[in-house]
């Protein structure tokens, strides 16, 4: 039977029951007992079973039918659940999960399963292995076989062979970091930028796109060519901290090649499943509809699209002084096709967090497990888009903010009984959208942060006097612990308390043009915001007048416009506010907040021009001397000279060549 034209809806259809599997275990972790999350795992296992022998990838049906038999021992009640167990579950998905991407990219789905098979095995027995013998020990079958690396595809071969004719050497490079690693990916990119000094990188495993994605334990592969010898290589990597091993042996060219031409005569042999992979590594294109585009191509392509909007806003403007109608037409519809093309170029570039928040909830059991602490995982708005060069860059600093609630914040057990909380600490994950901004935050229901600790251990390293102290803020005391070196733990671990990340954390940030805030409450937990730009070049916005000074309000933070007689403005608290649709707004007066010189004139004015803003659940009204309109501007940075500059985002070059304020909301939402 020719399945290749169902290998798309194989692909989907298995990762959405892997996706199944992974979030039932964690599950099942925390209610061992349920019989609804048994049968769903079992449900899902069964299901990738048969599709994977329908399709003849016989590896991955025989380690899934590992994997159901597990689980139906422990829906027959024949096996408990335990923590050990779990992770021997998660590294056979794990298995699964990579055999399902090598079919996607046109491969056979083989990998060599006998470790987890023999560890599966030993569970169906009621034999839990200890937790050392989880991993599988690639640098013992490195060492055994001289080379562990699969799946070198053809071209890889033929400059391998070239390279060892020109008498160069091939290496096979095991590379482990180390367990208490913060940032793997910039750990890889620093191993990478070495390497490429002293040869030439042909293939890794996991793939360079996994590796900057952190989608890897500890351990990665590298096949390398190069000049030096194997010594030389070996000095230069471990230059990189946070290295446990590195293990170079000579790759063999010839091996491969031999077990190449073997697999080819076995799969000259009649076998109907087996022989539908050649049509299936033509089907590549129906597999994967998509296509890798290298960001900085978007880049380019955005920038020009930049010059065709000011370019487009201009000839909106000459249009409307000449009065031509056959003119004001064809600008309109270029107007229209502009915004689809606008539309598209920003999609491209936009991708959901959940691609970030999706590695959390195994990240926080296993160090919640290395700490013996219980937590449970809450994650909002995980479908909230964002730039995809932010959410690169985004991962490592949630990582060390997650790790740290989960280490300093959220208490253990014993300490939340007796505080008569319940045993279970939890740690929410939540992102939304407001204005032209995304807001991330890191809540826990933990200890808080001591506001007195953290004062005394500024003033003993000498960040601040103790008169100094006593004027500081909550906030201000909260942002010390954001100083480099700065760290009020007792003790070090390898989760954290050295005194290194939180600045890291906070100058990535600012490095993407966002802000990171933090709110804590003693003895009921803390909350780190993360403000983050979309990094959209090109924003909707109302115009406004200030005098005779234009602003610009991103739309996306507007609920709406109004005018307001100044008898309905009143006090509470020292602040002017006014009665919106039954809540009590405050107002902001914008003259006032950018020393714009107000005019007689305006004084004498019975009413007021006021555009109502939100952040979150907050509301302001702006006050306003008068609206221009909408209108699609480029968002320009204002460069490193104004990169502190109080509600202002950015700037704009309008169609009469006029520079216009974009106005951070956000920033004058209290």
Do not use: W
């Not at 053809?154 to 367990?179: H, P, V």
């Not at 793997?184 to 996994?210: N, Q």
């Amino acid at each position: 039977m020719d399945t290749s034209g169902y290998l798309t809806v194989f692909i989907d259809e298995s990762n959405e029951h892997l996706e199944v599997l992974y979030n039932q275990l964690l599950a099942l972790e925390k209610n061992p007992q349920e019989k609804a999350i048994i049968e769903e795992i079992f449900r899902a296992a069964h299901t990738l079973k048969g599709m994977s022998a329908t399709m003849g990838y016989q590896d991955l049906a025989n380690l899934t039918h590992k994997l159901e038999n597990v689980f139906d021992g422990i829906k027959e009640g024949r096996l408990n659940v335990q923590s050990e167990m779990i992770d021997i579950l998660f590294s056979a998905v794990d298995y699964l999960h990579e055999m399902v991407e090598d079919v996607a990219s046109g491969g056979s789905g083989s990998k060599d399963v006998t470790d987890i098979v023999e560890q599966l095995k030993s569970l169906e027995q009621g034999d839990v292995l200890p937790q050392d013998s989880v991993p599988l020990n690639t640098l013992k079958q490195a060492k055994t076989n001289g080379t562990q690396m699969k799946n070198v595809d053809e071209f890889a071969l033929t400059i391998l062979q070239e390279s060892k004719e020109r008498g160069y050497t091939n290496y096979e490079i095991i590379i482990t970091l180390s367990q208490n690693c913060l940032l793997k990916g910039a750990r890889v990119f620093m191993i990478f930028e070495v390497l490429e000094k002293l040869g030439e990188i042909i293939k890794s495993e996991p793939s360079v796109t996994e590796l900057e994605e952190e989608q890897f334990d500890q351990t990665f592969t590298v096949l390398f060519i190069s000049e030096y010898k194997k010594e030389i290589i070996q000095t230069n990597i471990e230059k990189v901290s946070e290295i446990e091993s590195v293990h170079i042996v000579p790759f063999n060219v010839d091996q491969i090649q031999e077990t190449e031409q073997t697999l080819e005569k076995s799969e000259e042999q009649p076998q109907p499943k087996d022989g539908q992979h050649g049509k299936q590594r033509h089907a590549n294109g129906i597999a994967n509809k998509t296509i890798r585009v290298n960001i900085d191509r978007l880049d380019v392509l955005m920038n020009l699209f930049e010059e065709l909007v000011v370019d487009r806003g201009r000839l909106e403007q000459l249009a409307a002084e000449l009065d031509n109608k056959d003119l004001q037409d064809t600008v309109e519809h270029m107007s229209r096709v502009s915004n689809d093309l606008q539309s598209i170029i920003l999609t491209m570039r936009m991708v959901p967090i959940e691609q970030v928040f999706n590695r959390f909830p195994r990240m926080i059991r296993q160090v919640a497990r290395e700490l013996n602490k219980q937590v449970e995982v809450e994650v909002i708005g995980a479908d909230t888009e964002l730039d995809r060069t932010v959410i690169d860059e985004i991962g490592d600093p949630l990582v060390h903010l997650i790790r740290n609630a989960i280490d300093h914040g959220i208490e253990s057990k014993e300490e939340r009984i007796n505080k008569g909380k319940p045993e279970y600490g939890t740690l929410k994950l939540e992102a939304y959208h407001s204005g032209n901004h995304v807001f991330i935050e890191i809540v826990d229901d933990g200890a808080g942060i001591h506001k007195d600790k953290v004062i005394k251990k500024a003033i003993s390293k000498g960040v601040l006097s103790e008169s100094q102290a006593e004027l500081l803020s909550d906030q201000q005391v909260f942002e010390l612990i954001m100083s480099s070196g700065f760290s009020t733990a007792d003790q070090v671990s390898d989760i954290s308390g050295r005194g290194v990340g939180l600045d890291v954390v906070k100058n990535t940030i600012e490095s993407l043009g966002g802000k990171i805030a933090i709110d804590s409450k003693e003895g009921q937990g803390t909350v780190f915001s993360i403000q983050l730009p979309l990094t959209l070049s090109i924003i909707s916005v109302l115009l406004i007048e200030l005098q005779k000074e234009k602003y610009a309000i991103p739309l996306s933070s507007i609920i709406e416009t109004a005018i307001v007689h100044k008898d309905d403005v009143m006090h509470a608290h020292h602040t002017k506010v006014i009665d919106f649709r039954g809540k009590v707004v405050p107002l902001a007066f914008l003259n006032d907040i950018f020393n714009v010189q107000q005019m007689i004139e305006a004084d004498k004015d019975s009413y007021l021009s006021i555009v109502i803003v939100k952040k979150g659940n907050k509301m302001v009204g702006l006050v306003v001397d008068s609206f221009i309109g909408q209108q699609e501007v480029v968002l320009k940075s204002l460069g490193n000279y104004l990169t502190n500059t109080f509600a202002i985002s950015g700037a704009t070059i309008l169609g009469d060549g006029e520079v216009a304020l974009i106005i951070d909301s956000n920033a004058l939402v209290k």
